[in-house]
């Protein structure tokens, strides 16, 4: 199927690319006849990544993230994905005072921030540089809302993250040929 096609039905979904990026951008991160053979999938794969045009650091779709779940290696990973994950809500805001401490030395791994004046804490469990699924799941967890939740394609070693209603969860499944389950169930 041709990219542009596949660009279009994920509009109608309400998944496009951001204003600053082009289809080069996309194609800079998975090639057109790779996207074209799979369809969908790859594409949200290339949604989630980060442009490697410049200017670096632009993500192709803010509505999608890949987490590397084996990429945790220092003070201020699982912060950053809380952030991120703030921002795949469209509210970055949504949790403040995000701070997190990494020691594999002294075995100790935690990660606070505040929400609705609450502050949290969570003592991460130490799985070499695996992300703490339960932990991910709590932090989720206090982010959804609105009957979003957070969705998950795997590709890879990457963890493709959405946050979507269940009807557009169920029509973006069907694209793929893939049924997508919320990753922290209601």
């Known amino acids: 199927m041709k990219l542009e096609t ?50 670096l650091g632009r993500r192709i779709c803010n509505r999608v993230w890949n987490l590397d779940p084996e990429g945790i290696e220092t003070t201020g990973d699982y912060a950053n994905i809380a952030r ?5 809500s469209g509210n970055p805001d949504w949790l403040t005072e995000i701070v997190d401490y990494i020691d594999v030395e002294a075995d100790e791994w935690w990660l606070e921030y505040t929400i609705a004046e609450q502050r949290r804490h969570y003592t991460v469990a130490l799985d070499r540089d695996w992300v703490d699924m339960l932990m991910l799941s709590d932090v989720m967890e206090d ?22 209603d269940r009807v557009t969860a169920d029509r973006l499944g069907d694209l793929c040929d893939e049924d997508l389950e919320p990753v922290v169930p209601t």
């Open 143 to 164: 982010i959804q809302r609105d009957s979003y939740l957070f969705y998950l394609l795997e590709h890879e070693q990457v963890m493709i993250l959405l946050y979507l």
């Open 84 to 88: 991120q994950l703030c921002l795949l």
């Open 6 to 55: 596949q660009l279009e039905r994920l509009v109608k979904l309400g998944l496009a690319i951001d204003p600053d990026i082009t289809i080069e951008d996309i194609l800079s991160v998975v090639e057109r006849s790779a996207l074209e053979r799979d369809p969908f999938k790859l594409l949200l794969y290339a949604f989630g990544a980060e442009s490697v045009r410049a200017p």
